[in-house]
């Protein structure tokens, strides 16, 4: 993505604010981003439910690229609200 | 569940807010769902309790199913108001 | 308890709110629940104290059978206000 | 103390909510307690100070006999406002 | 940068209080940092979003050159509102 | 002090709440107290700062002698407003 | 400079409250501390920023003399406005 990416540099994490309907299902949604090329691990906490909606927290570890997650998360019906968090280098300074 | 699952990536932990009525008894209710297939652990904590129903918090880990857990709860009387976390990927990431 | 309880899984933790006199004391009453079968181990706060009874958060770790537990707990005076958490599984998820 | 008392199942840990006058001084206290048959460790830590008095939070740790404690206590000028905690069991589980 | 610096004094860690408009993106400007010579690890996180605007708390790690970080940073678009933080030394204190 | 202060029991910690002018200055008051006999660390804190007088939270571990502590304390200037903590035993349980 | 210090006490850590005008900058203030002789490791906080001024927390870890750490502060512009917190012994207790 950046033009200048170092060798060994990638992004290690990416928290996202997500608004999703209730279909696909919260572990669906949760088991489609872990099936993703590069995901490592996913966590997907429900922050608000609505009659319609949900608003999730999603963290995603790995060896990640933002356009694909966000592409595909609004493939299955998401909206990005906010990119909340993103760890980035050589290694985790978490 | 999702259909492009790729190898290793499976469902770690569910957390879920359940109501049930008193019977079964809370330990009960973490003794069946301690013994499904693929459960690992489980912590079920009272949020509140009333003249006829508990509200839960269920903590499950293993190798997890969500909607043979959902049925099972379903079987037993209790009712999933809300999934609030799910834990997916090739690695937990708590 | 449960019918269908798998091989391995077993009750590791049950917290409980209880209610008291104040005879037997708080230690002895911790004394007597270190003494059941299975119990390895107690922790009895203190939460409230009135003129004629104690409220406690009872802590109990083992190889535990809540039904056992609460009959003791009645024999000595006690009444079970609330199962607050149990924790059930192949491994402690604690 | 327990009749039942099971080989192996003993008192870890005690903590107190105690009254004394300021003399002997709380480094004398807990000097004493410390010299206790039994008593490995001991933490008194001052809650409240009055004009007469002193209102202490004692922790101790060891192969515990609480009347003991407590009739030592009680012959040194103080006074046990109520038991907050005990640990009890085959091993801590604190 | 200091004149004085003794030979393996240097600077660890810097924590940045950063305004930036929407483009280029939280994830393309964490990438960027990442990007750059010495630097081994970035966090970036959202603190406030505007129609416009965006404030970011970002933390870089490894052997930092603070002018060289804010140079890019106002290349980029961004301004840095303040320096929150500095870690210097032969070793990291934190 | 404790005449019956079995062999070795101890005073491993003592939290002090004391009050001096502002000279001796604090780091001064802290290196004196550091070199004591017995002492093996030393942590003073400014709890509060006046025209006059400082008043400090003072953490002294090492094998302590609370009667020295306070004489030399008062030597330098400094007057004990309460003794917060002590810690005494066989083990230090912190 | 405590006349009667032991063999092996010292100051382990220091942490200052200082107000400075903004130039020298943040990183170059922290940067000169951290080149000192006997400073190990520097961390500088920005507690408050004005117009003409920022109050910084400083914390200085090594083997410290705290005139000579003083007197560098005043040399750059700086006002030691107290002394937070001294640690001082044969080792380390923080």
Chains 1, 2, 3, 4, 5, 6, 7 share one sequence.
Not at 3 to 20: H, M, P, Q, T, Y
Request: cysteine-free; hydrophobic content about 40%; proline content about 3%.
């Amino acid at each position: 993505m950046a033009e200048e990416a170092s060798e060994g540099s990638r992004i290690w994490r990416i928290v996202l604010d997500v608004l999703k309907p209730h279909d696909p299902s919260l572990p669906e949604f949760a088991e489609k981003l872990g099936a993703m090329e590069g995901v490592e691990g996913v966590d997907v906490a429900l922050l608000e439910i609505d009659k319609e909606t949900e608003t999730l927290k999603i963290t995603v570890d790995g060896e990640l690229d933002y356009s694909k997650i966000r592409s595909k998360i609004e493939e299955w019906g998401g909206v990005v609200h906010s990119v909340d968090e993103v760890v980035v280098g050589q290694k985790s300074i978490r």
